[in-house]
């Protein structure tokens, strides 16, 4: 079992920046790309954003890419999301999740953290 801690969202003016972290548990072999989805109120949840934990391989929403930047730090067992330009359409709950390799598709995934708010006022 994995368990992810997110952390870092808050209520935030148009054009700001925050940093969201997630920290897991551990690793495992099943577990091999981390990544970030939103869900607001009355939607479905969408992919934003996804990394492995070895080699340069990233993704992105097309609605985030050039605002958001996701990273890691392997010796902490940690990713990050830095949103930058942050617009009042990305307020949502932000969910980290784990899985075997990169998708944009929450079924693909077998952990989830328990989502942090992140709110963006006009």
């Known amino acids: 079992q994995v368990q992810l801690i997110e952390s870092g969202g808050g209520l935030v003016q148009a054009g700001a920046s925050l940093r969201l972290s997630c920290a897991a548990s551990?690793?495992?072999?099943?577990?091999?790309?981390m990544a970030w989805f939103r869900q607001a109120p009355g939607k479905e949840r969408e992919f934003v954003a996804a990394?492995?934990?070895?080699?340069?391989?990233?993704n992105y929403a097309d609605s985030v890419k050039g605002r958001f930047t996701i990273s890691r730090d392997n010796t902490k067992n940690t990713v990050y999301l830095q949103m930058n330009s942050l617009k009042p359409e990305d307020t949502a709950v932000y969910y980290c999740?784990?899985?075997?390799?990169?998708?944009?598709?929450?079924?693909?995934?077998?952990?989830w953290g328990q989502g942090t708010q992140v709110t963006v006022s006009s």
């Open positions: 999740a784990a899985g075997p390799r990169i998708n944009t598709t929450p079924s693909m995934y077998d952990y």
């Open positions: 990394i492995k934990w070895r080699g340069d391989s990233t």
């Open positions: 551990r690793r495992t072999f099943s577990v091999n790309a």
